[in-house]
Structure formats: structure tokens, C-alpha cells
């Protein structure tokens, strides 16, 4: 995979070390199995697959560059650039300026811009309309475009299925810059609903079977579906888009529900099902994929607790805390500095939305065993930070100096 010039102070020679290696021992990507890092009385098991993925370093590769080969223009963001409170600090120091929020809530209105702005779209893509916009002001938006080709894909597909007469069912959360973006880009060739989760593709069900009355579709899903879009007309034939970062087993199951719902209402036959569903695989990207699969693969582990690490509004990340919660206790942080001392965490309660401190959260048996893992967008260096962090609190262990070498020699 191509190799991208993202700022050293976002790598780890740690991470590094230990991504080399595994990556020259299983160069096909079969071994999802977590690394250990025996430091003595602590052990960190480290995911298989974790941190930047391809359209997160092609972005920070092109923001950075956009900065530095322009000096003297104005630029700005449309929004977040990635879900990563550090990277995007990073980006505002340099003088770059956020257009929108991350929900789409104007913070400097278009009407500042001129033709000769820069304009970065962000890796999650942008609406139409609001592409339009910029072009409406005469700002070139191919040139400082960072959408990821995996986003534009799922663009492709909803476009196939739009092509054969199906309404687009999009799964994603609704706010989500990219879901939002999506929606956008489905919405210009086809009816399209947006739903977040099983139990509104449920609620979605009962409208292609009737047993809801279609009314109550354009309440329960307002602002969440095109113009013009019929409840009776338009959910007779249907086709499924993912948001790139959903949780898998949620992406399978919700495309089950609806072809089922689709095979029962209509009696279909087998060779006939395409009529009424458009049978395509989900449009989960690979880092997601294997993200999650490394997460599965590093929860077999009989561990103390489980650490991950990214921003608190990424997607991809809270799946990851999804998956490891389910089984170990789980703290979710965005930085090490949420390691408060050796017996105090803050930690991101992404079902409430809150941080919380949590107090011996380390158990007092050693060696201790600590799962950790990192979003799409976290930078690896954060990640080597939270690992110096809780080895400072066993000062019997090995060196993280002396754990490169080790890995580097062996
Ligand atoms: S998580 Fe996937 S879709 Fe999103 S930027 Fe990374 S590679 Fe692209």
C-alpha cells in the first residue's frame, strides 16, 4: 500500500518496530492475534491492526502540504479534518480554520470566503450542495480534495443500485460527516433513507410490510430521507449502503433483517430476490474491517482490561470500545494524560457521552495484562505515550528503549 509523508511527530518507533515486523511475518494479513510486549510486571497485548489508516494519512498528508506550498492564502477545513483532537490542534496552530462543526453548524459563514481560498475537504467527503456552494464562489475544490477513495466507493455503489431502480437504505449515524455526505450524494440519483441502527431497520421493516401506517414514516424518520420520497412507492425495492465504519455484525445483521423482511412480504424465490433487494456486500472499509477483526482476535486474551485510544467523536473508535467492552472493563481515552495517576482514570462513556473517572481501575496482581488497541485516526504516537505512561508505574519493567531493540534484533 502506498506510503504517505505524514509529520514524525505523529509516529512511534515502538509502534513502528512492532508493525514492521508483524507485517514482514504475515505479509497476507491472516494473523489476528495480538503482539505482546513483555515489559515485566506489566504486559500490553497490542492489536494486530490499529492506527492510521489510508484515507487518514492521505488527508494529513495533503492538509499539511496545502499549508506549506501556500503561505499567504487563507485556508480552511470544512470541518474536522479526522476525528483526532491532536491532529486537528495541530492543523488550527498552522493557521488553519474550521468552516463548519463536525454536526454541519456554520462557525464562519461562506460569505467570508473568496475565489482564491483554499478550501480542504475533510476525509469523510462533503455534500453536494455544499460542493456546489464553494463552486458558486469560484474555490477549486478538486485540487485540496482528501476524501477517501473508500467513502467514494460507497458513493459508486449507492450510484449501481440507484442505476437499477432501488431506493438507497443508508446505515450510518445520521450526523456523521460522512453519512451526511453520503446521503447527499445517493439523494441526487435515488430515494433515500438514512437509518442508524437494528431497531430503526426494524421500525423501517414495518413500513415495507405495512404494518405501520406510511404517515407515521415521515415523522419517525424526518429529515432523514429525500425529497419527494414516497413511503409506499419507494420501499418496494431496495438496496443497503454502510457508513464505512460500522460495527460489522451490525452491518450484516441490519442487511438480513431488511432482505428477509423483502423475502417474507413478497413470497420470494430464491432467483428472484434481486427483484425487490439489491444483494450487495457491505461497503465497510478494510481498516474497519480490520480493526475490528484485530480487536476480536486481541480480546481472546485473558486480560486485565482493555485500553482504546482516539477521539471521542470517531466512529470507527467507539466500535472498536463496542466490541472490547462487551467483554473486559474497557477505557476508552483520547490522550494519555486521561491516565491520571497509577490508581485514577478519566475515561469516555461514548453511550452517555461523558467522561468519567474511574478510581483502581489497575488490578494489584502482577504482572498485570493490558489490551490496547487505537482508532483509524489516532496517531500511533499517542498510543506509544499511553504505554511510557502506565510503564512508569511499575519501575521494575524493562525500558520501551530496550523493548525496540529487542524487537528490532529479533
Ligand atoms: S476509516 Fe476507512 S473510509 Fe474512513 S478514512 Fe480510513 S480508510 Fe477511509
Not at 119 to 137: C, D, S
Not at 233 to 251: H, W, Y
Not at 346 to 361: A, G, R, S, V
Amino acid at each position: 500500500m502506498k506510503t504517505f509523508n505524514v509529520p514524525g511527530t505523529y509516529r512511534s518507533p515502538l509502534i513502528s518496530a512492532v508493525k514492521n515486523k508483524r507485517k514482514q511475518q504475515d505479509k497476507m494479513k491472516k494473523d489476528f492475534s495480538p503482539t505482546l510486549l513483555d515489559f515485566g510486571a506489566l504486559q500490553i497485548y497490542l492489536a494486530r491492526h490499529f492506527g492510521f489508516c489510508f484515507g487518514v494519512e492521505n488527508a494529513i498528508e495533503i492538509a499539511f502540504r496545502t499549508v506549506e506550498e501556500n503561505p499567504g492564502r487563507k485556508i480552511f477545513l470544512l470541518s474536522e479534518m479526522i476525528h483526532n483532537p491532536q491532529v486537528n490542534d495541530d492543523l488550527q496552530q498552522r493557521g488553519i480554520r474550521f468552516l463548519q462543526d463536525t454536526y454541519g453548524n456554520q462557525l464562519i459563514p461562506f460569505g467570508e470566503l473568496h475565489a482564491d481560498d483554499i478550501v480542504i475537504i475533510p476525509a469523510f467527503g462533503t455534500t453536494l450542495e455544499t460542493k456546489r456552494l464553494l463552486e458558486k464562489i469560484g474555490i477549486q475544490t478538486e485540487e485540496f480534495n482528501t476524501t477517501c477513495p473508500f467513502v467514494e466507493k460507497v458513493w459508486n455503489r449507492s450510484e449501481q443500485i440507484a442505476k437499477k431502480n432501488y431506493t438507497v437504505v443508508v446505515h450510518g449515524k445520521p450526523l456523521h460527516e460522512e453519512t451526511r455526505a453520503t446521503f447527499s450524494h445517493a439523494a441526487e440519483n435515488a430515494p433515500t433513507v438514512v437509518i442508524n441502527d437494528m431497531k430503526e431497520a426494524k421500525e423501517l421493516a414495518k413500513y415495507i410490510t405495512g404494518e405501520k401506517p406510511s404517515a407515521e414514516f415521515y415523522k419517525e424518520f424526518a429529515g432523514r430521507y429525500s425529497k419527494d420520497f414516497d413511503a409506499v412507492r419507494d420501499l418496494q425495492r431496495i438496496g443497503v449502503v454502510n457508513q464505512t465504519t460500522m460495527l460489522a455484525s451490525d452491518t450484516q445483521a441490519i442487511a438480513d433483517l431488511l432482505k428477509q423482511t423483502m423475502i417474507q412480504h413478497y413470497r420470494l424465490t430464491p432467483s428472484i430476490i434481486d427483484d425487490r433487494f439489491a444483494d450487495t456486500r457491505d461497503t465497510l472499509c478494510y481498516a474497519t474491517n480490520d480493526n475490528q477483526e484485530a480487536t476480536s482476535g486481541m480480546l481472546e486474551v485473558n486480560a486485565d482490561l482493555s485500553i482504546v485510544v482516539g477521539g471521542y467523536n470517531s466512529s470507527n473508535t467507539s466500535h472498536l470500545v463496542e466490541l472490547s467492552e462487551m467483554k473486559l472493563p474497557t477505557y476508552f481515552i483520547n490522550s494519555d494524560e486521561k491516565i491520571l495517576s497509577s490508581s485514577e482514570i478519566m475515561h469516555y462513556d461514548f453511550h452517555t457521552k461523558q467522561e468519567l473517572l474511574t478510581t483502581d481501575y489497575l488490578p494489584s496482581h502482577e504482572p498485570v495484562k493490558i489490551l490496547i488497541t487505537s482508532g483509524a485516526s489516532c496517531p500511533d504516537a499517542l498510543v506509544e505515550a499511553v504505554i511510557r505512561k502506565l510503564i512508569g508505574f511499575y519501575p521494575e519493567n524493562i525500558s520501551v528503549d530496550k523493548m525496540i531493540d529487542e524487537i528490532e534484533g529479533a
